[in-house]
């Protein structure tokens, strides 16, 4: 890939599971937006942003309230605050839980969808990406399961053609099944 | 582990600053629930001063609470905050009287291990506390537990020392 060149290298500790798979996913959206023309879709991040900013509003407004008149009259205040600051966050919880889930990538071109999802079991270092694709009522589906291994090198420096030339073809292999 | 965080868009920085605010708002809201559930505004308080040995030690961690439909009774250890005066003082009710018309309670405290009662602690011509003043009634305590408050109390820079490598931890840490 000759428009990689250009970039920095993105060397991380290999030995820490969680900075691979931030690594990953990162360069992975990166690859996506800038190269394969994707526009990245922010819902997920804009509704677990604006949550959990506005539950620390009613903290705020709690402690601001509280502080002005006193603890005996601010109850009702600070009830509704509390009240409001656990319900935003168990929303938040819920959405995380059984609507995000384990996608790090959402984004259109064209008109179609393309979801990738991730899991990664605990100290594994197996990391599988399902890519969703979707476009009207076509859909496809494929599954990359691969090694960190092969993405990273012995000093923990992210090989970017590796993984963009696996990620291309795993994009393309779930297109295909579609168009059966 | 810097390189990571200058990696950051824009969102992931908000994500991240979101986090540290995360921390301190649940412990923040916490405290204000259990305010609430206890009606007292400080439920948790830590003991000072041996006043009130051999009950309670300097360290101690004292749970309060203060229903507000139970007066006051002559031998409760209550928390009260004597007005314009930054520490709240733990000793117990040695007398009381209720006026019957509004209700309003008048204590005298003193510590078990003091020799006199407290109207020298009282402001200047006070005479007696009100229940107005009482910020919680002792219900339980937790022995030495708050020993580690009594530190952040005399070595201030430890608890900003504290606060500064958590807060760059969860800075740097994504999840």
């Not at chain 1, 509003?57 to 605050?81: M, S």
């Not at chain 2, 948790?44 to 041996?50: D, N, R, W």
């Not at chain 2, 609470?65 to 007066?71: E, H, L, R, V, W």
Request: net charge neutral.
């Amino acid at each position: 890939m000759s428009n990689t060149t250009m970039q920095e290298e993105i060397k991380i500790n290999k030995y820490d599971s969680t900075q691979l798979k931030h690594t990953v996913d990162d360069h992975l959206r990166k690859y996506l937006t800038s190269d394969a023309n994707y526009v990245e879709n922010h819902q997920h991040m804009d509704v677990k942003l604006s949550l959990g900013y506005l539950s620390c509003l009613f903290a705020a407004a709690a402690t601001y309230y509280e502080w002005k008149n006193g603890f005996q009259k601010a109850k009702p205040v600070t009830l509704i605050c509390v009240a409001s600051y656990f319900v935003i966050n168990f929303i938040a919880w819920v959405y995380a839980y059984f609507i995000e889930k384990q996608d790090v990538f959402v984004g259109t071109k064209d008109g179609a969808t393309l979801k990738i999802s991730a899991r990664l079991a605990r100290l594994s270092e197996t990391y599988t990406l399902d890519f969703h694709f979707t476009d009207g009522k076509k859909k496809g589906n494929y599954t990359l399961e691969s090694s960190f291994g092969k993405w990273f090198n012995e000093d923990g420096v992210l090989v970017t053609s590796v993984l963009e030339a696996d990620v291309k073809s795993a994009i393309e292999r779930s297109t295909i099944s579609k168009e059966q | 582990m810097f390189e990571e965080l200058r990696r950051l868009n824009k969102r992931q920085v908000a994500l991240q600053v979101l986090n540290i605010l995360m921390v301190l708002t649940s412990a923040l809201m916490i405290w204000k629930g259990l305010a609430l559930a206890t009606n007292s505004e400080s439920p948790i308080v830590v003991v000072l001063s041996g006043s009130m040995e051999p009950a309670f030690h300097r360290g101690d961690l004292l749970l309060l609470a203060n229903p507000a439909s139970q007066p006051v009774q002559v031998g409760d250890i209550c928390v009260f905050q004597i007005p314009h005066r930054d520490i709240p003082i733990v000793h117990r009710v040695i007398k009381l009287h209720d006026e019957a018309k509004t209700g309003k309670q008048f204590l005298l405290t003193k510590g078990d291990n003091n020799n006199v009662d407290d109207r020298g602690l009282y402001n200047a011509r006070q005479m007696w506390i009100n229940k107005e003043h009482v910020v919680g009634r002792v219900r339980g305590f937790m022995p030495y537990v708050g020993m580690v408050t009594i530190l952040m109390n005399d070595y201030p820079q430890l608890k900003y020392v504290m606060l500064g490598v958590l807060g760059l931890f969860v800075l740097i840490h994504r999840e």
